[in-house]
């Protein structure tokens, strides 16, 4: 169940961090909101196991990944100021 759970929580995640965070540069539809949330899940596991807050190979939680997906968010708005801007 860890990939597929994975994939569930970074799903609810991407969905949850797309409320969060405002602005337009945003990924839309249902597709990218999934791979924000997956990218973000797979982010919070890896530095939550870096940082030894989960044991290996226990994955993020719903509010890990979450966040993990607010960050990713973050970073892709970034690179699309910066992409609309030059």
Known sequence: MGILGTILVGF???????FLTPGSNEPSGFILTTILGIVGAFVATYIGQAMHWY??????????AI?????????????ANRRHTV
């Open 67 to 79: 966040i993990g997906a607010v960050v990713v968010l973050a970073v892709w708005a970034f690179f």
């Open 55 to 64: 044991a290996p190979g226990e994955g993020a939680g719903l509010i890990g």
């Open 12 to 18: 609810l995640a991407g969905v949850v961090a797309k």
